[in-house]
C-alpha cells in the first residue's frame, strides 16, 4: 500500500483513495490489520448461531437433519470468509472506499446470520429449504466485493483480466443462489442446486485465475489471517464449555460445584486448548512462501477443518444438554458427537500438512493411528456404561497425542520437510 508524506497532507483525507494495484506479496512485516480483526468478530455470530442450532437439533435427536444444516451453513460461512480474506491480503488500500465496502460486507454478514435460525427449521421440518434472508445476506456481501474488483480491474492494468473474469463469475454464481432462494422447487432439486452452486463456488478460483499465483497475495499474512479465524471458530469450543457447565453448578448461589461440572470444564478447556495447539505447530506461512501454487488447498483445505472445529464446540454444548437432561440422545451418541468432529479436525491438519509439503511421515500414521485409538476408546467407554464425564475427558487427550509426538519427535520431521523445501526453491 502506498502512502504519502505526512507533510502532504494539508486539505485531505487522512484516509484518501488510494490506487488499487495490488499489494507487494512479500512485504516485509505484513500483519492482519484491524479492519480484519473487525470483519471477522462478525462471522463469531455466524458460526455461534451454526454451532449452536447443530447442537440443539443433535440434541433432539435429529442427526442427518443436524449434519445436513450445520455443513450448508458452515460451508457458506467459509466462503464468504475466504473470498474477502485473500481479496483483501492481495488488494487492501485500507482508504475510506475500501473502509466503506468492507462495513456494507459486515451488514451481510450480520444478515446472513440471522438467516441461519430459519434455514435449519427449514432442515429440521423437512418440506423445503428456507434460504431467503441467507442469500439476501450474500448479495449485500457480494455487491460490496463485485465493487471491490472492479475497482481492481480498472486500477491494476496487470489483474484487470481476473477482476473481471471474478465479477463474472460471482454474479453469475449469486444469479444461481437467487433463483434457488427465491423459487418454489421441489427439496430434492434445491439440494441438487446447492451441490451444483457449490461446486462452483469452489471452482470461482480456478475459474478466474487459473492458479493460486493469479493475485499478488502475501503468504505469511494469509496464514495469519486463517490462524486468527480458526482461534475464532475455537471460540465456539469455549462457549460450548460454559453452555455444558453453568446448569450444572449446585447451590441456589452456583458455587457448588458438581464433578461433572469439574469435568466438564477441564475437558471443554483442555480440548479446545490441545486443538489450538495441534493447528499451530505447522508453520503455514513458511510452506505457503515455498508453495505458493497450493494457496487453493490450503484455503479450501480448511473449510472441513473449520466444520470440525466448531463442530467440537457444538459436541461439547450438547453433552451439557445430556448432562442437564436436555437431550433425548444416549450416551453412546453424545460422546460420538464430540469425537467425530475433533476426528475430523485431526485428520484434516494431518490431511493439509502431507498435502501442503507432499511428504508422507511414517510417523503420522502411528500417531494417527494413536489418536482414533484415543477417540475410539471413549466411545467404547461410554457403550459400556462409563459415565458421561471421563469419556468427554478421554476425547480431551486426542490432540494431546500429537501434541506428544510433535514435541519429542514430529518437530524434528517438519524441520527437515521445510528445509528440503527450501533447497527445492533455491535450485
Known amino acids: 500500500m502506498s502512502h504519502s508524506d505526512p507533510s502532504d497532507r494539508s486539505g485531505k483525507l487522512a484516509h484518501r483513495l488510494v490506487p488499487m494495484t495490488g499489494r507487494d506479496p512479500e512485504e516485509h512485516g505484513r500483519a492482519s490489520s484491524p ?34 444444516a450445520y455443513v450448508l451453513a458452515m460451508f457458506a460461512i ?51 429449504l428456507e434460504l431467503r434472508v441467507m442469500v439476501l445476506g450474500y448479495i449485500v456481501m457480494r455487491v460490496a466485493m463485485v465493487l471491490q474488483w472492479w475497482r481492481a480491474s480498472r486500477q491494476s492494468p496487470t489483474h484487470s483480466a481476473v477482476g473481471k473474469a471474478n465479477i463474472r463469475w ?24 446447492f451441490a451444483v452452486l457449490g461446486v462452483l463456488e469452489l471452482a470461482l478460483p480456478v475459474l478466474t485465475q487459473g492458479s493460486a499465483g493469479g493475485t499478488p497475495w502475501h503468504p505469511h499474512h494469509v496464514a495469519e489471517r486463517y490462524g486468527l ?45 490441545g486443538m489450538w495447539w ?86 503420522h500414521l502411528l500417531l494417527i493411528s494413536a489418536t482414533l485409538a484415543v477417540l475410539l476408546a471413549a466411545v467404547l467407554l461410554s457403550a459400556a456404561g462409563a459415565p458421561i464425564a471421563v469419556c468427554l475427558l478421554v476425547v480431551m487427550l486426542a490432540p494431546y497425542v500429537t501434541v506428544l509426538g510433535y514435541e519429542t519427535v514430529g518437530h524434528r520431521h517438519q524441520q527437515a520437510m521445510l528445509d528440503a523445501l527450501g533447497g527445492q526453491r533455491q535450485h
Not at 43 to 63: D, K, N, Q
Not at 107 to 120: H, R
Not at 176 to 191: D, K, N, S
Not at 314 to 324: F, I, K, S, T
Open 35 to 68: 479492519l480484519e480483526l473487525l470483519f471477522d468478530l462478525t462471522f463469531v455470530v455466524a458460526v455461534g448461531t451454526a454451532a449452536s442450532h447443530f447442537a440443539e437439533m443433535l440434541a433432539a435427536g435429529h442427526h442427518g437433519q443436524a449434519v445436513t
Open 78 to 128: 467459509s466462503v464468504a470468509w475466504i473470498s474477502f480474506s485473500w481479496f483483501a491480503s492481495a488488494f487492501s488500500t485500507d482508504d475510506w472506499l475500501y473502509r466503506v465496502l468492507t462495513m456494507v460486507q459486515m451488514i451481510g454478514v450480520v444478515v446472513f446470520a440471522l438467516g441461519l435460525p430459519a434455514m435449519f427449521h427449514s432442515v429440521e421440518e423437512g418440506e423445503h
Open 170 to 193: 460471482t454474479v453469475l454464481a449469486q444469479v444461481g443462489w437467487t433463483v434457488v432462494a427465491f423459487t418454489h422447487l421441489p427439496l430434492a432439486a434445491v439440494f441438487v442446486c
Open 229 to 273: 479465524f480458526a482461534i475464532i471458530v475455537l471460540g465456539e469450543g469455549v462457549i460450548g464449555t460454559v453452555a455444558s457447565s453453568s446448569d450444572l453448578l449446585g447451590g441456589a448461589d452456583g458455587t457448588h460445584w458438581t464433578g461433572n461440572a469439574v469435568a466438564v470444564v477441564v475437558a471443554g478447556v483442555g480440548l479446545t486448548f
Open 278 to 363: 495441534v493447528y499451530f505447530m505447522t508453520p503455514f506461512g513458511d510452506v505457503l512462501v515455498h508453495r505458493r501454487g497450493r494457496g487453493y488447498l490450503f484455503g479450501y483445505g480448511h473449510i472441513p477443518l473449520f466444520m470440525g472445529i466448531a463442530g467440537a464446540g457444538a459436541g461439547l454444548h450438547v453433552a451439557g444438554l445430556h448432562l442437564e437432561h436436555h437431550a433425548k440422545l444416549g450416551e453412546t451418541a453424545v460422546t460420538l458427537s464430540l469425537a467425530l468432529p475433533v476426528g475430523l479436525y485431526l485428520l484434516m491438519v494431518y490431511l493439509l500438512h502431507t498435502l501442503l509439503l507432499s511428504s508422507a511421515d511414517p510417523f
